[in-house]
């Protein structure tokens, strides 16, 4: 054929009002109202202390507009400190002098002061010298904190092991990394300034802070400080949530609280990281740059294991004079739409029925509409035929076939590991619990609190599929909670607040489960108060959920009990959210949360409101799944066209659009299977059986194998890999056994060749087999002049059938 489906969706007439977009170039310095300097008044203590300065423009129309790399600095009084151009004032005597900053026609005079410019505190191994290993990458896993060292210097990672550290630092080497009686030529300072060959490169230049620190500190004689020394209790990010203009830079400052109650800038010793590259970049000082991308972009500060965030709003770079009226069936659609107007984002136009019809069974039951069922959903004329629909699909015995396979993933149905029977009956023990409605706290709850004999309590095996305590704490905490906390278990979080406390605490409620054979067969059980005690600390670490404070001892009797009121109340800060973005993610193609199983402070909601909202509704309905589904399926939101408009075409993330997604392997085998008639023989199984009812994801087959199957080895949903490969593209074109479906003699094409003279209609019914709708006029036309064209009608109608099985049509959920 002369064409694709790809690009007849691509031709899809937008049917937006029409609306006025109002060129928006970045904000001019010229349009200010008025500038404005964070701090206020600069103060200045001890030696070496600087301040990362935030020049703030407010323009006429009340926008905020970062100009701290724009401004020019002036100090009257020029001895007692010196300001760079990028706004970083640092001490050198003490006084006081007057700031002024000039930017766009508008300047301001603001006080500096400084004192004890010549009082240098008593220098700590773990407060100076340890930020500055972690700012400049000497212990992260590619360099000196890897299992193995680098060059026979090995840190700990993010310098979790302070004290290990300073060993490696001032005692191994055979005392030649410091030098005290010459510090300049220590070799720690020799290698990161370049003097010595580096296999890191230059990492700090003579003159700059950070050197100035550790050669004071070899100095001083490599003081390891003293525990009653004040310690970093928190981290404070300035600003912390902003509106920035696509292009548009915005300065980050942070600010560390001590023990002590003193207070230091800390910009240019901490850790900076975005959570997409893709709507803002953040280079090492805290300088955030937008992107060209409508979204919400979170920033991360990371110092001394503290975390804090920046959030920016990106707005598309057009505003919207007058925002035309919007559709919202429910509250999702209240959120959803209170997003697309700040970020001047428009939605596109409704999906037709015969859209939403293949969406909503593949989302729901992962199954196509046959040639019937579609014919006869775009004949009915009853206004409520969606909701009836999703309704009927939410009773087949394929959605607890589907939503099975999905749960199975993640809770490790794996064979190799549990073998046939246990696996089986595990398998089944989900099915079940699907099939009669079992809300999903409950689901949980029997998972945590599985016991007594296997054959009765099938939810016990996931015990023997993730056999330690500390890998059922984080696989469970990743798949129910969305939060991975693995790295906690040999260092703090480097990304968010979890401890090694945290990661053993959550451990210890599982090390009571035990398993013993007995004429039930094997059974699950709870006995004995076993400690668990912290790696380093060796300290008693007793049993308590993530977030809350450990208590003074483990909860009496079976620990999980206590974990289980907790995962699965509606108070629990994770539990309902996890699940909610879950399934906001599998229906809408991204997570409000992404990825769905990395919730933490540093990755947080693009739409913290929407998130919240999904999450009170599955809470208000028991947990009831399908009632969720109910509600995101009936929004506006979903029920979105996937064209795309040059509105919101760069959109990715605030759901003004369907996004288009790929059919998961095991849908995609049977789609293939469905639309041709001839079914798929799996090695082991039973002959009829489709691909989203194998429990077993360890039954051999090329094409589940090469489009993403996974093997169930983690609980990471990145285990299915969702992305098109050339692979596949060439496996479609070209696999013997997919053509050979299709030229089956007792297949779905040759039953319709034989059974329908008329070739116009022949289309048609081929368009309702592959595409779940009609042909329009001009295909209909290509598609009987092909066949007419051709001498064999059979294979003409194979050919036709073949190309349409290669399009983005087919192979993707629009």
Not at 707 to 731: K, M, N, W, Y
Not at 779 to 799: C, F, L
């Amino acid at each position: 054929m002369r064409y694709t489906a790809y690009q007849l969706i691509l031709l899809l007439t937008l049917s937006i009002a029409p609306v006025t977009l109002l060129a928006q170039p970045p904000a001019r310095i010229e349009a200010l109202g008025r500038i404005e300097l964070t701090p206020a008044e600069v103060v200045l203590e001890g030696a070496g202390a600087s301040r990362q300065l935030l020049v703030t423009g407010i323009t006429r129309s009340g926008e905020e507009v970062d100009l701290t790399h724009q401004a020019s600095y002036q100090l009257a009084g020029s001895e007692i400190a010196i300001v760079d151009d990028q706004g970083v004032i640092q001490s050198r005597a003490d006084g006081e002098g007057r700031l002024r900053v000039r930017v766009g026609g508008k300047d301001l005079v603001a006080t500096v002061r400084v004192a004890d410019s010549t009082v240098r505190r008593p220098l700590n191994f773990n407060n100076d010298v340890i930020p500055i290993m972690s700012r400049f990458g000497c212990n992260a896993s590619g360099c000196h904190g890897k299992a193995e060292g680098q060059n026979g210097f090995k840190l700990s990672v993010f310098g979790f092991d302070a004290t290990n550290d300073y060993q490696a630092l001032v005692m191994q080497g055979r005392g030649r990394r410091v030098f005290p009686a010459s510090p300049e030529k220590s070799l720690l300072l020799l290698k990161v300034s370049g003097a010595t060959p580096h296999g890191g490169g230059v990492r700090i230049i003579p003159g700059q802070p950070a050197y100035e620190t550790l050669l004071n500190w070899i100095k001083a004689g490599t003081p390891v400080g003293s525990d009653d020394d004040p310690r970093v209790v928190g981290i404070k990010l300035f600003p912390d949530q902003r509106v920035v203009n696509m292009t548009r830079p915005q300065q980050l400052q942070v600010i560390a609280s001590f023990s002590d109650g003193r207070v230091e800038d800390v910009t240019r010793l901490s850790a900076f990281q975005t959570n997409s590259e893709i709507l803002g970049t953040v280079d090492e000082n805290g300088l955030v740059m937008a992107g060209e991308s409508p979204g919400t972009v979170a920033v991360m500060a990371t110092y001394m294991g503290q975390v804090d965030v920046f959030r920016a709003i990106i707005p598309l770079a057009e505003s919207i004079r007058e925002y035309p009226d919007v559709a919202e069936e429910n509250f999702v659609d209240r959120h959803v739409n209170d997003q697309l107007r700040k970020l001047n984002l428009l939605p596109s136009p409704p999906a037709d029925d015969a859209t939403f019809l293949r969406r909503v069974y593949l989302d729901i039951i992962g199954t196509l509409p046959t040639a019937a069922e579609a014919r006869r959903f775009l004949k009915d004329s009853d206004p409520e035929r969606r909701a009836r629909l999703v309704d009927r699909l939410l009773e087949r015995p394929e959605f607890a076939d589907y939503w099975a396979l999905k749960w199975s993933d993640l809770l490790r149905v794996d064979r190799l590991a549990l073998g046939h029977k246990s696996a089986f009956e595990y398998y089944r023990w989900i099915r079940d619990s699907i099939a009669q409605h079992k809300p999903l706290d409950q689901f949980a709850r029997d998972i945590l609190l599985a016991e007594g004999p296997l054959r009765d309590s099938a939810a016990g095996v996931f015990y023997k599929a993730v056999g330690s305590p500390n890998k059922q704490a984080s696989t469970l905490s990743q798949v129910f909670l969305g939060i991975r906390i693995e790295c906690a278990e040999c260092h703090h979080h480097p990304f968010d607040r979890w401890s090694q406390n945290d990661y053993f605490g959550m451990q210890s409620f599982f090390t009571q489960v035990k398993f013993k054979g007995s004429p039930q067969g094997e059974v699950i059980f709870t006995e004995g108060n076993p400690e668990t005690k912290h790696p380093r600390s060796g300290a008693p670490v007793f049993a308590y959920p993530l977030g809350e404070t450990m208590p003074g001892e483990h909860p009496p009797g079976d620990r999980r009990v206590a974990l289980a009121g907790w995962f699965t109340s509606g108070e629990n800060p994770f539990f309902a959210r996890n699940l909610a973005n879950r399934a906001w993610a599998h229906f809408m193609g991204s997570g409000v949360v992404e990825p769905v199983d990395d919730v933490r402070l540093t990755n947080p909601p693009s739409n913290p409101a929407l998130l919240d909202g999904l999450a009170e509704d599955l809470v208000t309905h028991g947990f009831d799944f399908r009632q969720l589904i109910r509600a995101i399926t009936s929004s506006a939101a979903y029920q979105r066209s996937s064209s795309v408009s040059k509105n919101n075409a760069r959109d990715e993330q605030n759901y003004s659009r369907y996004l288009f997604k790929q059919l998961e392997a095991e849908v995609f085998m049977d789609a293939i299977s469905q639309t041709t008639g001839i079914g798929e023989k799996f090695h082991g199984v039973p002959e009829g059986s489709r691909a989203i009812q194998l429990w077993d994801s360890q039954v051999p087959h090329y094409l589940l194998k090469l489009f993403g199957r996974p093997s169930r080895a983690t609980a990471c949903d990145c285990e299915r890999i969702a992305e098109p490969t050339v692979g596949q593209v060439l496996h479609v074109l070209n696999s013997p056994a997919i053509h050979k479906k299709i030229s089956h003699a007792g297949g779905h094409v040759a039953a319709l060749v034989a059974g329908i003279p008329e070739n116009d209609v022949l289309v048609e019914e081929l368009y309702l087999v592959f595409f779940s709708r009609f042909p329009d006029a001009a295909e209909k036309k290509n598609g009987v002049e092909y066949i007419n064209s051709q001498p064999d009608r059979r294979h003409a109608a194979e050919d036709l059938s073949w190309s349409m099985m290669n399009s983005l049509e087919f192979m993707f959920n629009h």
